[in-house]
């Protein structure tokens, strides 16, 4: 139990989950709610996104104040409830820890704004050019340039995110101590795991413009930053074996992740890379609109398999979670192999070596938001960068299909629980609109199907409890260079595994490495898992090869 090789995690965004009031907007008692589902599923850990108080312009990425729970959320004694009662069904609770910027909501930013000294030197106050533009030329992740004038200082304040998500001047060891407070605060409570938001991002010591690019190269994966989350591990959660983390990692490498990852650097237990994910932008641009690189993700995901491995650190294993857009929709089909394609997706990822996520929906293969109407969306980013794409001069039109496939939406529209109204998400007016396909996608139409996504999802989540091969073995890529081939094998003391997926809706042929005979296959999307079938694999066709000598 709680082997984190061996777990796997349901990631919650709350305020799309379950809402238990009819106020539209999900909470905590939602999340008790449905913790039999859950259970039933398999899951280990519930990583729910921040529930802290926060003006919510960035849906709880903006925390105001750490130490109690957004109303819209609940309760101090809901949050318990919850704590208890997914402890009664051996699940536990990861809390989403922003520690790279506050809300300018927040008391520090308050007094910092008001000029009292001790708190101005908690963020980051710099002071503009001479011609008076901004420090420097780094832009928003969010749109924009990364730096806000406050004429009752004279100086400009850093906010990598949006202009209400003030960064903490980590440099301050005032602040790194209130930081440490926080964790402990939560660690008390009984919480055994951790996310901490763009962690990687905390280290800035060179303010310069940027002539190529963003400014990224400016503060990610910064010079201190090990050092930080060395000092804030032995602080706080190093201190119980038990607990568990994992680190957002925005545009870092593998050189930094092995470090952040490592088995023996007593920093974090595992990290959440992304350029697997960027495989449908052009360099690091979003707003585009490109077919996804096939060979490239392929490549990625393989190259931080086998580097993770030999430098024994650890990745977490994804493909969706509230800031992507659904996984079937990208890389799979959402017409006559939607079944099959999200069956095929999930088998890739939960075979590797790592800890695997699974975000809400995903596990019954909800798809894009497909909105209508550019009033639909909700999201900080997607709404500022709707405006920005018009501003270089696309049309309303284009703009709006370029946010179709990427905002952060998509990931967002409330769980579809059943065919009754609002996919049974709310019996209010929902904060952002219900897909209309929930009348054939729901977990309701899937839980006592023996052949659905969600049935799927729960033998791969048994299967690595089961197979200690998936859990500690090395990986090995195959056919790299295979135009639609996904395949690897898995080897750990006398078991091996052979994990094949086919990622089109064409037929192909592939070469086996090995002799098969003693392999038996224990999981397919197709009734008829037939080993050797001339080497052929039909459409999205997904097999796992199993064999103990
Ligand atoms: C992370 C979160 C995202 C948020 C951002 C700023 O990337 O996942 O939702 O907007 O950090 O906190």
Known sequence: MYDFKKSVVYQ????????????????????????????????????????????????????????????????????????????????????????????TEHEWFKKSL??????????IWKDGKADGTPPTNWESKFGGNAWEYVPSIGKWYLHLFDVTQADLNWENPNVRKELQKIIRFWIDKGVKAFRFDVINL?????????????????????VRVHEYLKELNKATFGTDAEIITVGEMSSTNLENCVKYAGA?????????????????????????????????LKNILFDWQTEMAKNNAW??????????????????????????????????????????????????????????????????ESLNYFEILKNQGLS????????????????RTPMQWNESENAGFTTGTPWIS?????????????????????????????????????????????????????????????????????????????KYPIDLSGFKCILSNYNDCNIQNNNILRPYESMVLYKKD
Not at 17 to 32: A, E, K, P, R
Not at 69 to 97: C, Q, V, Y
Not at 205 to 222: H, L, P
């Open 315 to 380: 990745n977490a294993l994804f493909w969706c979670n509230h800031d992507q857009p659904r996984v079937v929709s990208r890389f799979g089909n959402t017409s006559e192999y939607w079944e099959k394609s999200a069956k095929m997706l999930a088998t890739v990822i939960h075979c590797m070596r790592g800890t695997p996520y699974i975000y809400q929906g995903e596990e019954i293969g909800m798809t894009n938001a497909d909105f209508e109407n550019i009033n639909q969306y909700r999201d900080v």
């Open 12 to 103: 919650i965004y709350p305020k799309s989950f379950y809402d238990t009031d009819g106020d539209g907007v999900g909470n905590l008692s939602g999340v008790t709610a449905k913790l039999d589902y859950l259970k039933n599923l398999g899951i280990d850990y519930i990583w729910l996104t921040p529930f802290f108080v926060s003006p919510q312009r960035d849906n709880g990425y903006d925390i105001a104040d750490y130490y109690n729970i957004d109303p819209s959320f609940g309760t101090m004694e809901e949050l318990n409830e919850l704590i208890k009662e997914a402890n009664k069904r051996d699940i536990r609770l990861m809390f989403d820890m922003v520690l790279n910027h506050t809300s």
């Open 114 to 123: 008001a000029g009292d000294k001790y708190y101005q030197d908690f963020y």
């Open 434 to 510: 219900v897909n209309p396909n929930y009348k054939h996608i729901s977990a309701e139409n899937q839980i006592n199907d023996e052949n659905s996504i969600f049935n799927h999802y729960k033998k791969l989540i048994n299967l690595r409890k089961q197979y200690d091969v998936i859990a500690y073995g090395n990986i090995i890529p195959l056919e790299v260079n295979h135009d639609s081939v996904f395949a690897y094998m898995r080897k750990y003391k006398n078991e091996q595994m052979i994990i094949i997926n086919q990622f089109y809706k064409t037929e192909t042929t592939w």
């Open 202 to 222: 905390i280290s800035k010591s060179c303010y310069e413009d940027d002539f190529e690019g963003d400014g990224r190269k400016f503060y990610t994966d910064g």
């Open 396 to 411: 309303e039109q284009s703009a709006y299909q370029i946010l179709k496939v990427h905002s952060r939406d998509n990931s």
């Open 264 to 296: 023996d650097q007593d920093e974090l237990t595992m990290v959440f890379s992304f350029h697997h994910l960027k495989v449908d932008f052009v360099g690091n641009q979003k707003w585009v609109l490109v077919p996804f690189d096939f060979k490239k």
